[in-house]
Every structure is written in C-alpha cells, then in structure tokens.
C-alpha cells in the first residue's frame, strides 16, 4: 500500500493547493510514482486544474464539489445532501493501488466541517496518514500552529510536519516566527518555504519552482 500524505493547513487561502502542486512536481522529478487529489472543493476550480495538469491525468482528482464558497459541509447542506466518511476514505483509498506517494489535499482550516460529522482531522486518521500542516509566516501563526497540530495529536496522528510559508506583505513577527515554532513544537518538522514572487496557478511554474526548491520540498517529504 503507497504511503498517504495530507495536505492541510492553519486557514484557508495560505497555500495548501502551491504546496501540494509543489511536492506533486518534486516527486514527479524524483520519479517517484505519485499523484494528488482534492477530494473536497468549493467555489471555483482552478486549484483542481492546476493539479491535474500536473498530473495529464485520466482520474478522477476531486469528488466532492460545490459552487458557494463555503465549507463543503454547509454547501452540501443547501442541497439536502450529505457526505459519509466511509465514502470519502474509499473514494481516496481506491488510488492507492495506483502509486507509491498520494498526496490528499484538504480544504479549508484543519477542522472545516467536510461531511456529516468528519473533517480534514478525521479524514488523516481514517486514512492512517502522514499530516503536513500550511501555516502562513504572519502574526498569529504560533497560536494557529499550535492549536492545529494539537487537534492532530488529540487524533494520534503521530507524523506531522509544519511547511513554514513566507508572505509577500510581512510583518515584524516574521523574523521570530520560525525560531518560536521550532521551540514550541520540537519534535515536529519544520520548514520554511520561501516567498514565490510573481506566483501564478500554472504547471509550467510550479516546475520551475519545484526545481528551485528541490531542497525544502525534499526536506518535507521525507520520512521521519
């Protein structure tokens, strides 16, 4: 059975699809047998196109889709539908046959209600995944780290990493964030991810820069 990791985050909007179009790129590079999926997604859909362009794939990468842009939970509830978390683990569990590394994205916030009664964290211990955690290099990132890795922990995921994300606009505690988190959180992974100027959702881009950053994604992916 390939290996599972999940793509979360502090919020929503701090660059969980970059970050997973980034490692999917740097896998491919390393010619490892990957693919990535967004299983849940509301609103608009270039996050899911930028990674299946990625990818040229022939699958399936998102099953769970709704206009509003709100939690899926919410706009599935507009529709008088509802999501089971057995169906979602079996709905990703079906690729893992199909690769050595599948990279889960999430949407939203760690705890963004996904279905009936599940979200991102449950999903990650369904799944007996691996968690990386999207947190953006700006004032309230230590409380919002902190409270997201504890949800995790509270789910006995045991391997989680934290992928530092730089901003365009910072602000003074951007100097003392990554040092902060390192002596808070010890024992968990860290690494910081240089700001992409000129970021665009393109496949073309996110190669160049996946090269430009073999060394921090390479440092995310590996195993504990």
């Known amino acids: 059975m390939g290996r599972v990791i999940f793509i979360t985050g502090t919020d929503t909007g701090i ?4 970050i997973t179009a980034l490692l999917l790129a740097h896998a491919q590079s390393e010619t490892i047998q990957v693919r990535a999926l967004k299983p849940f997604s509301t609103g608009g859909r270039d996050d899911e196109a930028l990674l299946a362009a990625l990818q040229s794939n022939t699958f399936p990468i998102n099953f769970f889709h ?4 709100i939690a899926p939970w919410a706009a599935a509830h ?3 539908q509802s999501v089971k978390v057995t169906e979602a683990v079996s709905r990703i569990a079906a690729h893992l046959d199909q690769c050595d590394l599948l990279l889960v994205e999430g949407a939203g916030g760690l705890l963004t209600p996904l279905g009936e009664r599940f979200n991102a964290a449950d999903l990650i211990s369904a799944l007996s995944a ?25 789910r006995s995921v045991k391997n989680v990493k934290i992928a530092l994300v730089e901003q365009a606009a910072a602000d003074s505690s951007r100097k003392t964030n ?3 988190l390192q002596e808070l959180l010890p024992d968990v992974s860290l690494t910081a991810i240089p700001f992409l100027p000129n970021y665009v959702s393109d496949a073309q881009f996110i190669r160049q820069a996946s090269r430009r950053l073999a060394p921090e994604l390479g440092g995310v992916l590996a195993r504990s």
Do not use: D, P
Request: proline share 0%; no cysteine.
């Open 78 to 80: 507009l529709r008088s």
């Open 130 to 154: 691996e968690a990386i955690v999207v947190a953006a290099n700006r004032l309230g990132v230590l409380n919002h780290t902190l409270l997201t890795v504890e949800a995790l922990r509270n």
């Open 66 to 69: 709704y206009a509003e842009a």
């Open 15 to 18: 660059g969980k699809t970059a």
């Open 178 to 180: 990554e040092a902060n």
